[in-house]
């Protein structure tokens, strides 16, 4: 067993404060704190950020711009037409922009091995864009990901370039996803205790 992190446990006791403040603040998704839990009581094992995925209406001046973007709506689970449909009346000026963001959590392991184990299991469930994120000596860090992803431009400045009804089919699409990923999310909170 190959260790790469001499202050694996430091480490984890930073980031266990860490999510112990932003669960007082409200600024953990509800919905994944059991998996988070579940991992952080592992030895081998920490969780750093995670957001347990998205729906999304933007307002940016450019697409990729997220320092000078706004949410005009965010959703961490299914969405009712109707709360999209309030949300894109929000938009002004920029690009209008429907987004929908599979799960992420960045997991610190103790060993190699542990990271890919952990890996394995991650892909074995469905989390197919998963990977090795950091390898040093300070950090062994691992990013769970899953492949649901849309980025539908709606408009600009003000002017909306869909029909409500091409909005209503892609409110349907976003959410089949949502139903997809969060299925694997409690997959993988099922299995994780197998590590």
């Known amino acids: 067993m190959f260790l790469f992190t001499k202050n694996f446990d430091e480490q984890k006791a930073r980031a266990m404060a860490g999510l112990r403040k932003a669960l007082e603040e409200g600024k953990v998704d509800e919905d994944i704190i059991p998996l988070l839990e579940k991992i952080n009581s592992l030895e081998n094992y920490f969780t750093t950020s995670s957001c347990s995925g998205r729906i999304s209406v933007m307002e940016m001046p450019e697409f990729g711009d997220k320092v000078n973007a706004a949410w005009l709506g965010k959703w961490h689970r299914e969405v009712e037409l109707g709360e999209v449909l309030e949300a894109i009346k929000k938009h002004s000026s920029g690009q209008l922009w429907f987004l929908v963001r599979s799960p992420i959590l960045h997991v610190g392991a103790r060993t190699m091995e542990g990271a890919v184990k952990l890996l ?42 869909v029909s409500e009804d091409y909005i209503e089919r892609i409110v349907d699409i976003a959410n089949e996803q949502v139903r997809r990923f969060k299925g694997k999310l409690k997959r993988l909170e099922e299995e994780v205790e197998k590590l």
């Open 120 to 161: 394995n299991l991650a892909i074995g469930l469905g989390f197919k864009y998963s990977n090795i994120k950091s390898v040093s000596h300070k950090k062994l860090l691992v990013e769970i990901r899953s492949t649901e992803r849309m980025d539908v431009p709606l408009g600009a400045d003000g002017e909306l370039w």
